[in-house]
Each structure stands twice: as structure tokens, then as C-alpha cells.
């Protein structure tokens, strides 16, 4: 099985900011990793796919990164409308699995 | 417009089983494009995984889930299910269904989800 692990688990930001979401496999996914946004209520929002792709519709401020076993989740210049869980998933392989998640609150 | 809709009963006893169904409208189940799947998110936890199916049949699932899980496709009516044997407390979530479009785009199009509580 990959493990994904999310850090921080929770992070607190001021409008405008810019804000870092890290995601570390527990092997190599070669670049195989997905960004989720989870609104309660709400279906999952498929952000970025291929680490660093982004789906259509989503706001440019949204970018991914990274290869192998590290990636990052940024996000330009919060908004208020930003706030919710995300969360990272590895599809290396038929088994897929998510990271914890990372719920984001603005100051 | 791909359109998915989870149904299936809101409420179930413990030990017994959870059967859900995803009702695919505006795309085809049995194209060769696409997997379809099931994610859950329990009260205070994150999103997770439950398996797979392809059209064909072919499944895929949660290891820690494999025991209880089977995925079905009915390519007659456009429609895949979820059954969950022997459930506890700990079963209790939103159960999601999805469309993968493998290898590139993971869940990319989302039923909007059907809270299932386990309880007598």
C-alpha cells in the first residue's frame, strides 16, 4: 500500500496570503498525484491531477508541484471562498489512497 | 453533461450490509474510457478510497476494506453498486461516487454524495 501523509494538518492564513500544503508518498508515485478541495455538503473538487496539471475551471492562483515521493500544493493570493479541506491522492496503481487532509481557515 | 447519483438507504444496522447504487447519466458505463468508483468520508475523518470497477467487470479495492467490499456494474441500466458486508459504527459516512478517466485524470466528475449512518 502508498501512504500519503499531509502536513500541516491545519493552517490558519490571512486573506491574500499564500499559503503551502506539502504531500510526501510513502514510495515513489513518480508524478501520479492528484489535489482535491472537500466543502462539507459538497462533492470533492478535483484541483490539480499529474502533480502539476491544472483542471479546467480552476482558478490559475492553484498550482502543484513535485516528483517522485515530495509535492506541494500552493495557493496564490487567498481567498476567502478557499476555505476547506484538501487534500492530496496518489493513482500510481489501480489502488489509489488519499493523505489525511489539510484544513485550511482564514485568520 | 455527465451526471452521477448515488441511492440506497440512509440507514443501517449494525452487522448487517450497505448497498448503494450510482446512476450514470449523460455518458455511456460501459466505455472503455473511463473506471468508476467509490470514496467515503466518515464524520471527522478524511476521504477514503473504497475500490474500483471497469466495465467489463474488473475491480480494484481498499485493502483494508477488501474483506466486506464487492463492486458490481449493470451496463444494462447505467448503474454500478456498492455493497459494504458487516458494518460498525466505524462505516458510518458519505459515500461518493466517481468517474476516473485513467491514467491521466483521477475523479474528475462526482455524485454529490449520500450520508449512510450504521446504527440500531
Known amino acids: 500500500d502508498v501512504r500519503m501523509t499531509q502536513s500541516p494538518s491545519t493552517l490558519s492564513a490571512s486573506v491574500g496570503d499564500r499559503v503551502t500544503i506539502t504531500c510526501r508518498a510513502s514510495q515513489s508515485i513518480s508524478n501520479w498525484l492528484a489535489w482535491y478541495q472537500y466543502k462539507p455538503g459538497k462533492a470533492p473538487k478535483l484541483l490539480i491531477y499529474k502533480a502539476s496539471n491544472l483542471e479546467s475551471g480552476v482558478p490559475s492562483r492553484f498550482t502543484g508541484s513535485g516528483f517522485g515521493t515530495d509535492f506541494t500544493l500552493t495557493i496564490n493570493s487567498l481567498q476567502p471562498d478557499d476555505v476547506a479541506t484538501y487534500y492530496c491522492q496518489q493513482y500510481n496503481s489501480n489502488f489509489y489512497s488519499f493523505g489525511q487532509g489539510t484544513k485550511l481557515e482564514i485568520k | 453533461q455527465l451526471q452521477l447519483q448515488e441511492s440506497g438507504p440512509g440507514l443501517v444496522k449494525p452487522s448487517e450490509t450497505l448497498s448503494l447504487t450510482c446512476t450514470v447519466s449523460?455518458?455511456?458505463?460501459?466505455?472503455?474510457?473511463?473506471?468508476w468508483g467509490w470514496v467515503r468520508q466518515s464524520p471527522g475523518k478524511g476521504l477514503e478510497w473504497i475500490g474500483s470497477?471497469?466495465?467489463?467487470?474488473?475491480?480494484y479495492y481498499n485493502p483494508s476494506l477488501k474483506s466486506r467490499v464487492t463492486i458490481s456494474v449493470d451496463t444494462s441500466k447505467n448503474q454500478f453498486s456498492l455493497t459494504l458486508t458487516s458494518v460498525t459504527a466505524a462505516d458510518t459516512a458519505v459515500y461518493f461516487c466517481?468517474?476516473?478517466?485513467?491514467?491521466?485524470?483521477?475523479?474528475?466528475?462526482w455524485g454529490q454524495g449520500t450520508l449512510v449512518t450504521v446504527s440500531s
Open positions: 466517481a468517474r476516473d478517466s485513467p491514467p491521466l485524470v483521477p475523479y474528475a466528475n
Open positions: 449523460g455518458g455511456s458505463i460501459s466505455s472503455s474510457d473511463y473506471y
Open positions: 470497477i471497469y466495465y467489463s467487470g474488473s475491480t
